[in-house]
C-alpha cells in the first residue's frame, strides 16, 4: 500500500468513527455530561486510536464534545439558549444557500432531491434514526447544490448541532418528522424546479418551525438535554 493510500484509508476511518459518534450523541447513546474515554470509544466503535481520536477532535471543533486538559472528554451539554444562537446564524446561512442551489444545481443533483422528497414523502412512524439517515441527505444535497466547499464547511456543524437538539426536544415524535418531512421536501422541490422565491419561503417556514420548537423547550422538564 502506498503512502497517499495508507493516508485515504486513515481519513476514511476517522470519517466513519465520526459518523458513528455523531449518531451516539445525536440520540443520547452517549449522554450530555458522560465523560468518555478513547480506550471505550474503541472498544464500543472496533476502530483504532487514532481515527478514534481525530473523530474527537472534530466533534470538539463542532461543539458535540468538550475535550479538556487533565480531565478528560465530555459530551457537550445540549441549551436552548445556545440552540436559539444557532439559529440565527443557521438562518441567513440556510437562506443564502437555497439562493445559491437554486441557481447552480446541477441536473443530476436535481434529480437526486426530487427521488429524496418521494423517500420524505413517503415516510410514515417514528424511527427517528431512519428519519436521521433522509434529514442528513437532504442537508447534504442543499449545500453540495450550492457549488460552494465555504459555504458546506460553515452549514455542517450548526446543521449537525440542531438535529441533535430537534431529535432531544420533540413533543410528538411521528407528527414532528411528518412535519419535518413535508418541510424538506418543500424546500428540495423549490430548488429542483428553480424557483428561488419558492425555495426562501421554504428556509424561512423550516427555521421558523425550528424557533417555535425551541421556545417550546423552555416550557419542558431538562431532564433530556
Known amino acids: 500500500m502506498s503512502d497517499d493510500e495508507r493516508v485515504t484509508e486513515q481519513v476514511n476511518k476517522a470519517e466513519q468513527v465520526y459518523t458513528l459518534l455523531e449518531d451516539m450523541i445525536t440520540f443520547q447513546d452517549l449522554a450530555p455530561g458522560e465523560a468518555v474515554s478513547e480506550a471505550g470509544l474503541m472498544a464500543r466503535t472496533g476502530f483504532g486510536r487514532t ?8 466533534l470538539a471543533r463542532e461543539r458535540m464534545v468538550e475535550i479538556h486538559p487533565h480531565r478528560g472528554v465530555f459530551v457537550a451539554a445540549v441549551s436552548v439558549e445556545a440552540h436559539f444562537r444557532l439559529l440565527e446564524l443557521r438562518r441567513g446561512l440556510e437562506e443564502m444557500a437555497a439562493r445559491f442551489a437554486t441557481y447552480r444545481a446541477q441536473t443530476g443533483q436535481k434529480e437526486q432531491m426530487l427521488a429524496l422528497v418521494a423517500e420524505l414523502e413517503a415516510f410514515e412512524g417514528a424511527d427517528v434514526r431512519q428519519f ?50 413535508r418541510l424538506h421536501g418543500d424546500l428540495l422541490r423549490a430548488i429542483a424546479h428553480g424557483d428561488e422565491t419558492a425555495a426562501v419561503a421554504a428556509v424561512l417556514a423550516l427555521n421558523d418551525y425550528l424557533t417555535d420548537l425551541t421556545y417550546a423547550a423552555l416550557g419542558r422538564p431538562e431532564s433530556r438535554t
Open 51 to 58: 481515527p478514534v481520536r481525530e473523530a474527537l477532535q472534530r
Open 132 to 181: 436521521a439517515t433522509l434529514l442528513k441527505r437532504s442537508h447534504a444535497l442543499v449545500v453540495e447544490a450550492t457549488q460552494n466547499e465555504y459555504l458546506e464547511l460553515a452549514m455542517a456543524p450548526l446543521q449537525s448541532l440542531s438535529r441533535r437538539f430537534w431529535f432531544a426536544h420533540l413533543p410528538d415524535v411521528a407528527e414532528d418528522l411528518r412535519t419535518a418531512a
